[in-house]
């Protein structure tokens, strides 16, 4: 966790680390896609349990709306997964641990569920809901809710990025001062933490894109 052995000149690890992730997850979806069986073995099957698992919640939060987001959100998940578990790998470095990279995932999850709002309803219908209910109100609540949104960029990346560097300052200063006894706790702590992380930036990015494309109910004052 002292960083990656693989490095390029002039290219930052966490950069060099994405690119390897990807040729990694690539490679194996390939393999995994050229093999598939009417009977799934316990690979397949973990692998369609998963999807499953996206598909359900995506459709829980939006309906059948839901799908269309399966790829984002899938991708999501095993970009933040898979970037998360290379901290496991001796050698390697989490590029999830940078905060470029988490702040660049934020930023998708941002501009995807703005835009999604806006072809919905439309860019003044949706803006207006920034304003709130009440005519009167609507220039406190208007940059309220704009910092609001823009504050969830920060929201997201520093979450993830601040779990994933902490675990591994955690991890380092433990085997400092137990250098024979925490590697194996250790290591369950980055393990379940990257789960954990993932399962957070992916659910709060399904809740976002759901309440920008939800039909706003008029709120009316008075009779």
């Given at each position: 966790?002292?960083?990656?052995?693989?490095?390029?000149?002039?290219?930052?690890?966490?950069?060099?680390?994405?690119?390897?992730?990807?040729?990694?997850?690539?490679?194996?979806?390939?393999?995994?896609?050229?093999?598939?069986?009417?009977?799934?073995?316990?690979?397949?099957y973990t692998f369609e349990a998963l999807?499953?698992?996206?598909?359900?919640?995506?459709?829980?939060?939006?309906?059948?709306?839901?799908?269309?987001?399966?790829?984002?959100?899938?991708?999501?998940?095993?970009?933040?997964?898979?970037?998360?578990?290379?901290?496991?790998?001796?050698?390697?470095?989490?590029?999830?641990?940078?905060?470029?990279?988490?702040?660049?995932?934020?930023?998708?999850?941002?501009?995807?569920?703005?835009?999604?709002?806006?072809?919905?309803?439309?860019?003044?219908?949706?803006?207006?809901?920034?304003?709130?209910?009440?005519?009167?109100?609507?220039?406190?609540?208007?940059?309220?809710?704009?910092?609001?949104?823009?504050?969830?960029?920060?929201?997201?990346?520093?979450?993830?990025?601040?779990?994933?560097?902490?675990?591994?300052?955690?991890?380092?200063?433990?085997?400092?001062?137990?250098?024979?006894?925490?590697?194996?706790?250790?290591?369950?702590?980055?393990?379940?933490?990257?789960?954990?992380?993932?399962?957070?930036?992916?659910?709060?990015?399904?809740?976002?894109?759901?309440?920008?494309?939800?039909?706003?109910?008029?709120?009316?004052?008075?009779?």
């Amino acid at each position: 966790m002292e960083g990656s052995v693989i490095k390029i000149v002039g290219i930052p690890d966490h950069v060099t680390m994405t690119w390897l992730m990807m040729a990694v997850v690539l490679t194996f979806s390939y393999i995994l896609g050229k093999n598939l069986k009417k009977f799934p073995d316990r690979v397949q099957y973990t692998f369609e349990a998963l999807t499953s698992f996206i598909v359900y919640t995506l459709e829980d939060a939006m309906g059948s709306y839901g799908r269309k987001f399966f790829p984002l959100i899938s991708g999501l998940a095993v970009f933040i997964l898979c970037g998360n578990l290379m901290g496991l790998i001796p050698g390697l470095s989490q590029p999830t641990a940078n905060l470029n990279t988490t702040l660049a995932l934020a930023i998708i999850s941002f501009l995807v569920y703005n835009y999604e709002g806006i072809k919905k309803h439309g860019v003044v219908n949706y803006f207006k809901h920034f304003a709130g209910p009440i005519p009167w109100m609507a220039p406190l609540m208007f940059p309220i809710e704009v910092v609001s949104h823009l504050s969830r960029i920060l929201s997201l990346s520093f979450r993830l990025f601040g779990n994933m560097f902490g675990d591994e300052m955690v991890v380092l200063v433990l085997l400092m001062l137990i250098p024979f006894l925490v590697p194996t706790a250790g290591e369950f702590i980055v393990f379940a933490n990257s789960f954990l992380q993932t399962f957070i930036f992916c659910i709060l990015t399904v809740v976002y894109i759901a309440t920008a494309i939800e039909e706003h109910e008029e709120e009316h004052v008075g009779y």
